[in-house]
């Protein structure tokens, strides 16, 4: 309930560094059907992070988020199916450094 208020759910957000660290944060997840509605709150919650959708269970960003996917996950009951990856390469991101207007 505490970490609940620290976070301010609806206007949480992921801190912009000044410089890139060349890394990638990768969440996947495996939300099953039967829960359809967490996986919907859950997939709403990384776009309003500002993660990319790379695929339909794969998110992306630039950006240190562990912190906050943690959040997400206990808050939501999916720790066991998402997944959290810090990335040193990714094969044709120049989408994706376009998007995040990386150099």
């Given at each position: ?26 969440v ?11 996986r ?64």
């Open positions: 309930m505490n970490r609940a208020l620290t976070y301010q759910l609806d206007t949480m957000m992921v801190r912009k560094p000044k410089r890139w660290d060349k890394k990638w944060r990768v996947i997840f495996d939300i099953p059907e039967k829960y359809r509605r967490v919907d709150i859950f997939r709403s919650r990384l776009r309003q992070l500002s993660l990319y959708q790379l695929q339909e269970s794969v998110y992306i960003s630039p950006y240190p988020c562990f912190s906050e996917i943690e959040f997400l996950r206990e808050l939501y009951g999916v720790s066991f199916t998402v997944s959290y990856l810090l990335v040193d390469r990714i094969e044709d991101d120049e989408l994706l450094r376009s998007h995040f207007e990386l150099s």
